[in-house]
């Protein structure tokens, strides 16, 4: 069994949509989407919803979204072409907190001094 894989980050392009009858005759649709995965190292990621995932799924630009996906890779004609299918996404404002938030101190309490973060050694890698 695979693992699941998942990509975070901000709808910033949708693509036109495609459509088109397959050979044993039933209609399709796929709706390609550009997310932005922001951060340090922001990488743009081309994906697609197929069929009724549109409808069960509805995206626009700006929506920050958990996508759950599967990456195929296909041979035609001596060139290999890859996509990646989503099949979950999850909305920003679905996803559970994952820290509590803190709670703050009396307006009289003097602020607390925070130590200078240390860098890893791993902080300057390009990678």
Known sequence: M?????ISGRIVSVLPLQTGTSKSG?????QEYI??????????VCFSLFGDYLTKFPLQVGNDVTVSIDIESREWNSKWY??????????????PQLQAQAPQPAPSAPPQPQPAPQKQAADNLPF
């Open 2 to 6: 695979a693992n699941e894989l998942t």
């Open 26 to 30: 039933h209609d399709w649709q796929k």
């Open 35 to 44: 997310l932005d995965t922001g951060g340090q190292f922001p990488r743009k």
């Open 82 to 95: 890859t996509e990646v299918r989503a099949w979950n996404v999850t909305y920003a404002s679905q996803q």
